[in-house]
């Protein structure tokens, strides 16, 4: 029985990516989890994100996914490969769990003319050195400087990112980050609630700086990966249907959710209990 496409993050960030997504892919089926009782994950250790991470992938597959994307960069930085080598074998080893890390750094290079990149993250993110260990991969020339938000998911998830107050932090951010690496030119915004930051991040940044969301990236990825495993193609579901489930308040996660999505969201409250 075929199934749709699960999309999993720790609260709404996630929504972008989905939205990029279902822009790109629209035939296909969406359920989407966000785990909005436990966020930030970023502050969490890695034993923490890796659990949370497992069950809220679990969950989808309960809810018939054959392929899940973790749109979360705090659970692919922490939590993914475990969950690809160790448990996929034993729980699924039919179904697929991708991450937002490796189809970013895959095209990294490519934006720099500098050879220098910045990256804004979780603490968990930056801390776990993905982004510099998979971009060498790619572009080992590269030169990629990391710096750490971890007042923006708050801001964000409060709906206190428009706010002046959310000014200080981003410049705060900004300026370490490019003390660290003068000639940075391309940034790229490495957790998927920074988007909604995006206007104070442009007012703060040099013209010349290019600003990468990943959400065009990921859709670009799912679509060459598709293509490239046609035996997974053929298990997803194409009845243009979009669920929504939170760990949370479900109320709460509509009034905040089409901030993020873009449109409208009406999701269902679903226990990990």
Request: glycine fraction near 8%.
């Amino acid at each position: 029985m075929n199934g749709p496409i699960g999309v999993f993050d720790s609260g709404y960030g996630g929504l972008t990516v989905m939205r990029s997504l279902v822009d790109a892919l629209p035939q296909y089926d969406y359920c989407y989890l966000g785990d909005n009782a436990r966020v930030p994950y970023g502050p969490r250790s890695f034993e923490s994100v890796y659990q949370f991470t497992l069950e809220c992938v679990q969950q989808l597959f309960d809810l018939g996914c054959p392929l899940v994307i973790l749109a979360c960069n705090t659970a692919s930085a922490k939590a993914l490969r475990t969950i690809q080598q160790n448990d996929l074998p034993k729980i699924a080893p039919d179904r697929r769990v991708l991450g937002v890390i490796r189809p970013t750094t895959e095209q990294l290079g490519h934006f720099s003319q500098s050879g220098q990149v910045g990256i804004l993250g979780t603490t968990c993110t930056v801390s776990s050195r993905s982004y510099v260990i998979e971009a060498e991969k790619f572009f080992p020339e590269l030169q990629v400087f990391q710096e750490a938000c971890p007042m923006w998911v708050p801001l964000v998830e409060n709906g206190e990112h428009q706010s002046p107050g959310a000014d200080y932090f981003i410049q705060q951010h900004l300026q370490r980050l490019l003390a660290h690496g003068p000639r940075i030119d391309t940034i790229v915004l490495a957790c998927t609630h920074y988007p909604l930051l995006l206007p104070k991040i442009q007012a703060h940044l040099p013209g010349n700086i290019r600003i990468i969301t990943q959400g065009p990236l990921i859709a670009e990825s799912l679509t060459d990966y598709l293509q490239r495993h046609p035996a997974m193609e053929q298990q997803l579901s194409t009845g243009d249907s979009r669920r929504f489930f939170t760990t949370d308040s479900s109320a709460d996660f509509d009034a905040k959710a089409a901030l993020f999505y873009g449109e409208t969201v009406h999701s269902e409250h679903l226990s990990l209990s």
